[in-house]
């Protein structure tokens, strides 16, 4: 059973005296229009300051941009196409220079950064989930995938330095063992491949990420943030993966203050087959 860590439900809004307390949330959320109801409660019971989503499949004309801010959110921005990926960031704290690149120039909506308060810069990912034949010549979605993670490994690897940079989103990869209901089971399976796994820690490293979640949550636990929708008894089964990730710079490593998977969203009504995932940080004020 996943266990929640740090502050919990709602969490602290006082700022410290080093910085203030951040409370960032991501979620795949599989859709906005439809998942307004679970999105609010979800928003109202742990108060995210920051939100970022993926999966939005909605153009960003057509963004329900009002239900969102009226949640909280002051700032925003948004990155759409429609009926597939499609990618938001909603923040209760200022938000500058809003960005994104064009993974493997296929024009799909699946990077969004902007720079928080203090410099630090914040990029929400959506990663090609790759199919479900785990070959690259036989699925075209799977050679994509590994592309779009080596294309993301060589970016940021050009862009090491001190400046302090947070890396969220749905990374479609469960890369630890504990990360899978099943690792035996799993081998084979698109999202938990070796290869998959592999390529995740080479990006990590190019740029020496730490996973902020396991930094609280030990990686000796099992931990997931993805159920599918084919089980008939999802909460039972429990044949979870970790997909969704909150990554920090080193310098941001020792800001970091709570981690959870708020495990509970998933079994909200007409709730989306992930879980939303939290970090509290201590920001530079």
């Known amino acids: 059973m996943t266990t929640a860590k740090g502050t919990g439900k709602g969490g602290s809004r006082r700022s410290a005296a080093s910085g203030r307390r951040v409370r960032i949330a991501t979620w795949n959320i599989n859709s906005v229009r439809i998942r307004l109801e679970p999105l609010g409660r979800f ?4 108060k995210p300051d920051i ?4 999966e939005t499949k909605v153009v960003d004309p057509d963004f329900p941009l009002d239900a969102v801010r009226s949640l909280g959110f002051a700032h925003h921005a948004v990155r759409g196409q429609k009926s ?5 960031i909603f923040s209760r704290l200022p938000l500058a220079s809003p960005a994104f690149e064009d993974w493997c120039d296929k024009g799909d909506c699946r990077h969004l950064s902007v720079e928080l308060p203090g410099g630090v810069e914040l990029h929400n990912f959506y990663v090609p989930a790759g199919g479900d034949i785990p070959d690259p010549d036989a699925n075209p979605k799977f050679d994509h995938k590994l592309r779009f993670v080596d294309q993301m490994r060589d970016w940021f690897a050009r862009r090491r330095d001190s400046r302090p940079r947070i890396l969220l989103g749905d990374l479609n990869i469960a890369p630890l063992e504990t990360d899978v209901w099943s690792h035996k089971q799993l081998l084979k399976v698109v999202s938990h491949t070796p290869v998959e796994v592999e390529k995740l820690g080479r990006m990590m490293e190019a740029h020496d990420w730490v996973d902020a979640v396991r930094e609280v949550i030990p990686p000796e636990e099992k931990l997931y943030s993805w159920w599918s929708y084919r089980s008939p008894d999802w909460d039972m089964a429990d044949k979870g993966r970790r997909l969704d990730h909150i ?4 310098g941001l490593k020792g800001a970091i203050r709570g981690a959870e998977v708020a495990r509970a969203v998933r079994g909200f009504e007409m709730a989306s087959d992930h879980a939303p995932v939290l970090v509290d940080l201590e920001l530079p004020a």
């Open 84 to 88: 597939y990926n499609g990618v938001a």
């Open 51 to 54: 939100l970022c989503l993926q």
């Open 43 to 46: 928003v109202r019971e742990w």
């Open 247 to 250: 990554w920090v710079t080193p």
